[in-house]
């Protein structure tokens, strides 16, 4: 059965101070990876798609990196307003996702 | 806002009383899905349709719940004889192909 696995479950950071979240997965067949933000009691917002390892999307201070066992978001100078909890999801099939647990970060000022 | 629209936010119900939900999805998508999600934990799969087709349902969908996605529209998810553990946010979602999920904001239910 598929899995994902995300690391750390929580992460302080200090606005500025840059870190990356990990994604690791077992799926037979990768057909896409994707990364979430969720805001409390909001629903996920979609972030990014990455289709195969190598692949690299960017969005203001996001980067997502995708390799064959695993995924990392990069945060870079982070501010208060990327608190949230970020979700990695992924499927086989262009059905249903598999979400992780999800990592929550909090960024103080 | 043409977004994902679900109602209502908020359900507060008593132990073996029936609910239903209701999500409205963004009118092009041909896709769409319930999700649930507790605290700390990421969205389970629940269902999906494509058009008015039932394409795929959770173990986790015990026959207490039943969706429904008549004229492939709107799509209603009714939880029959309400237990304390079904207390959760039901997520929806809606998709044009090709894996991206665009999810509203959720239905929160609550089992006294």
């Known amino acids: 059965e598929d899995q994902v696995t995300q690391s750390p479950e929580a992460l302080r950071l200090q606005e500025g101070e840059s870190s990356s979240l990990n994604c690791s997965y077992t799926?037979?067949?990768?057909?896409?990876l994707f990364w979430y933000r969720q805001d409390p009691g909001k629903g996920p917002e979609f972030l990014f798609t990455?289709?195969?390892a190598g692949e690299e999307k960017e969005k203001e201070r996001l980067k997502a990196t995708l390799t064959k066992k695993e995924s990392f978001l990069h945060i870079t100078a982070p501010k208060p307003e990327d608190s949230a909890t970020y979700l990695c999801?992924?499927?086989?099939?262009?059905?249903?996702?598999?979400f992780g647990a999800g990592t929550q970060v909090v960024v103080t000022p | 806002d043409t977004g994902v629209s679900q109602n209502p936010r908020h359900k507060i119900t008593k132990r073996g009383q029936n609910v239903t939900f209701r999500c409205d999805p963004i009118s092009e998508h041909n896709r769409l899905y319930w999700y649930r999600q507790t605290l700390g934990q990421g969205p389970e799969f629940l269902t999906y349709f494509q058009n008015e087709a039932q394409l795929e349902k959770s173990r986790l969908l015990s026959d207490r719940f039943s969706a429904e996605r008549p004229k492939g529209s709107f799509s209603t998810l009714e939880i029959q004889r309400t237990e304390q553990g079904d207390s959760a946010m039901y997520l929806c979602?809606?998709?044009?192909?090709?894996?991206?999920?665009?999810f509203g904001e959720g239905s929160r239910l609550t089992v006294l």
């Open positions: 979602a809606s998709s044009p192909g090709g894996g991206e999920l665009f």
């Open positions: 799926v037979s067949g990768l057909r896409g």
């Open positions: 999801a992924v499927t086989d099939s262009w059905g249903k996702l598999q």
């Open positions: 990455l289709y195969s």
